[in-house]
């Protein structure tokens, strides 16, 4: 099984400020990587997936990158909206396995 | 609009057994595989299981193999996960997923639905 390490485990940034996350595989998984959002008490949205691509509706200031096992996510500039906790997940070969996620908090 | 409903969680006792459905609207829904991930209280994600969306092909986590059974019926829009033999660690929320057609990655989510093992 793959193991997903998401760092840091909590992010302090401020509004307007870019924030970078990051996630490793334990063993490549090539580009297959995504990266949900989740709020509190809500399901997960999915960001990005086959490591940069965004998906349906997700504004631009949101870029993933990365192959093999070291992926990141970027956020431009953060807005309100966008505090929350982030995980990834690869989706190379079963079992698809989560990061444990970072929250991003309000610095 | 996409909407996956799910149904059926609740309170049962260790060794119990629970059936969870989710009904599915606004796609194709054979044409897609559909999944259950899940959330133990203040913990990560988990994928459980996951079936194509024939339904001729099953995966499943090594934590619920065995125990644990997905299955779906495309004549009624419906994903069931069939829960055997339930264990104090299976406790969380289950959600129904929609794979993405281009990747394994879950574009729609539904909206959750609580078990709790407890004795």
Known sequence: ETVMTQSPATLSVSPGERATLSCRASQ??????????QKPGQ????LIYGASTR?????????????????????????????????????????????QGTKVEIK | EVQLLESGGGLVQPGESLRLSCAASGFTFSSYAMGWVRQAPGEG?????????????????????????????NSKNTLYLQMNSLRVEDTAIYY???????????????????VTVSS
Do not use: M
């Open chain 1, 28 to 37: 490549s998984v090539s580009n297959n990587v995504a990266w949900y959002q």
């Open chain 1, 43 to 46: 399901a997960p949205r999915l």
């Open chain 1, 55 to 99: 998906a349906t509706g997700i504004p631009a200031r949101f870029s993933g990158s990365g192959s093999g096992t070291e992926f990141t996510l970027t956020i431009s500039s953060l807005q309100s909206e966008d505090f929350a906790v982030y995980c990834c997940q690869h989706h190379n070969n079963w079992p698809w396995t989560f990061g």
């Open chain 2, 45 to 73: 994600l988990e994928w459980t299981s996951i079936i194509s969306g024939s339904g001729d092909n099953t995966y499943y986590a090594d934590s619920v193999k065995g125990r644990f059974t997905i299955s779906r019926d």
């Open chain 2, 96 to 114: 129904c997923a929609k794979r993405l057609a281009a990747a394994g990655a879950v574009d729609y989510w539904g909206q959750g639905t609580l």
